[in-house]
């Protein structure tokens, strides 16, 4: 059920990184099914050529805009952003979803995986949004969505390195939207549980070979764990998101939206 209409993002011009992976795939699809414009980012030239074609069968009179770019390359960020500007006008939303999970327990960490994670889930993702704000900022309006995570809210074991970034990323959220309201742009973030997505399964995965577990083993102990009784699906973040990015949702700013089936209630 979609209780948002196409008219939701009508004439929005939605930036969406990592819409390659699982989350950030089914919000392009959400956005567009509101009525939004897309330009689309991610490593992946393939799904994101898939991508357009799933988003144009959904909304025909959508315009998108696909780009290849690695977020941590500072040209890469900068072409992105005056490129899609270029394609579809002044930017009026931002999805920053691409993300990384690595490391592990802190005695097994090495410097270059904390190193990496940071590098994209944080740094990445706050110079990407400077490229973009100056350009919302000017409109006077806008919205931001960052993916968070429940792992940004509360630590989790063998969290050191991914944890550490998504609590950088709530500090981030909650910092920034101070600045940006001040010019009409709301900043939130949603916050995820276990999202049933490849990086999702290899959490869990991973959770499963540090418990002697197999990986469905694991899995049915997570959704065991879960008040609701199953993991979230990308769409159902990706619901969330379209509400924050859109006037359902104005005078949220700088919330945190945990989307874990009530896995943590605080
Ligand atoms: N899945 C979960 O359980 C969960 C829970 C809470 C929060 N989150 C957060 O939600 C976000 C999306 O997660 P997901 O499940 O959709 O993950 P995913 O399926 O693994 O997708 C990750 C995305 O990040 C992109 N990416 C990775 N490195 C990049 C780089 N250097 N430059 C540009 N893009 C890069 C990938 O692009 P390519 O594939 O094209 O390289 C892909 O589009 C992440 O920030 C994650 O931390 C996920």
Redesign the pocket.
Known sequence: MNILSKEALKGEHIII?????????ETAKEVVRAGGNITI????ER??TALRGECARINGEAQIYIR??????AA?RKKVSAEARQALGDVTGLV??????GGGPLEETKEEDLREVM???YF??VLFTQEVYQNMKNQGRGSIVN??????LRGTHSGTA?SA??FA?TGFTQSFAHEAIEHGIRVNA??????????????IRAKGERRGRSYEEERVFAEKGIPSGK??E?AE?ARSIVYLLSDASTNIVGESLKISGGSVMR
């Open positions: 990184t990592g819409a390659t992976g699982g989350i950030g795939y980012t991610g490593r992946n799904k994101l290849l770019a690695d977020l941590n390359e890469d920053n979803s691409a993300g990384i999970i590098e994209l889930n990445s993702t993916l968070s995570s429940l792992s940004g991914y970034s998504k990323i949603v916050c995820p549980g276990y999202v049933d997505t490849s990086m999702g399964q290899e959490a993991l979230s990308a973040v």
